[in-house]
């Protein structure tokens, strides 16, 4: 398997820096702009059935990650990955998480709009050759065996349908999201950190409830990104920067910190931007 993986770095890995920059498409900050611009411009309804499911993703890639606990390529060849290609791996080899995240919310994106009837073959067009790209970076750096790639794209094709489905099971409630805060709470310290950020994307999409409809000019979406994006990144590092290291670094502080990240994003902007985000009596909620 090894001898794959150095034969994709060794043919594809010029200029190292542009599978860099590709493969950074699979960051955090990066889903949390996608996510955030796609529900205010493109599909409100959608959001917290997409965030569900991209937490839900989320947190089964890490338990398969830390459960199975197997090793990356550059375990038993070091010159496989640069030194920068290590700095993007986190955690565990399979599932890969750039693979399986990328592939649930991109293909979530392109399923919701589908489903509700706006979907382009260009949308689904995209969505593949994102995915692709990214998967594919991850093999070329040496950071990833392809069944760690084929494995995260197959679960995260799984949670991508889940996001265009309207499964009774996803019904809003506030005593399962206030359940895993509390259950963040008593993860031990020795707990990988993304579990707790997955029970907070997790507390926090549950918790949220679309009235608002997308904007309808061109400076109001222009308006929404700008001021949305200042708004939610100064909840994202405003938090982390005021709340003392102990609190920030223990699952609760972690967890409290993404659910209010996302009720920034999902409620906060909606309201305090209502003159081009408008109160939507036809937007009906996820399930009712």
């Known amino acids: ?4 993986v150095r034969t ?3 043919a594809l890995d010029h200029p190292e820096q542009l599978w860099l920059a590709i493969t950074m498409l699979g960051r955090d900050e990066v889903f949390i702009v996608l996510l955030a611009l796609y529900s205010w411009l493109v599909n409100p309804e959608g959001m917290r059935r997409l965030g569900v499911a991209f937490s839900l993703s989320y947190l089964t890639n890490s338990a398969l990650k830390y459960g199975l606990n197997l090793p990356r ?26 693979a399986q995240l990328s592939a649930s919310l991109w293909f979530g994106m392109a399923w919701q709009l589908a489903e509700s009837g706006r979907g382009r073959r260009w949308v689904w067009v995209l969505a593949a050759v994102v995915v692709l790209l990214v998967s594919l970076s991850r093999l070329v750096l040496g950071v ?15 949670f991508a349908w889940l996001a265009a489905a309207r499964l009774a099971l996803l019904r809003w409630n506030v005593w ?12 031990p310290s020795s707990t990988p950190r993304e579990f707790a950020v997955g029970l907070g994307l997790l507390a926090g999409f549950w918790l949220l409830r679309h009235e ?18 200042a ?58």
Not at 219 to 225: D, K, P, S, Y
Not at 253 to 274: C, H, N, S
């Open 1 to 4: 398997m090894n001898d794959l």
């Open 8 to 10: 994709l770095h060794q």
């Open 73 to 98: 390529p550059f375990a038993h060849d070091p010159a496989l990955a640069s030194a920068a290609a290590k700095a993007t791996a986190g955690g565990p080899g399979l599932p890969s998480g750039h």
């Open 144 to 158: 990833h065996y392809p069944s760690d790639v084929l494995i995260g794209l197959l679960i995260g094709v799984l």
């Open 176 to 187: 399962f999201p206030l359940l895993l805060l509390v259950g963040s709470a008593f993860l």
């Open 212 to 229: 608002f409809a997308a904007p309808s000019t061109w400076a109001g979406r222009v308006g929404v990104a700008v001021i949305g994006l």
């Open 231 to 288: 708004l939610v990144f100064a909840v994202y590092f405003g938090l982390a920067a005021v709340l003392p290291q102990g609190v920030r670094e223990s699952g609760l502080g972690r967890a409290l910190r993404y659910a209010l990240l996302v009720l920034m994003a999902g409620e906060g902007v909606p309201r305090l931007l209502k003159f081009w985000l408008p109160v939507s009596r036809d937007v009906t909620l996820l399930i009712k």
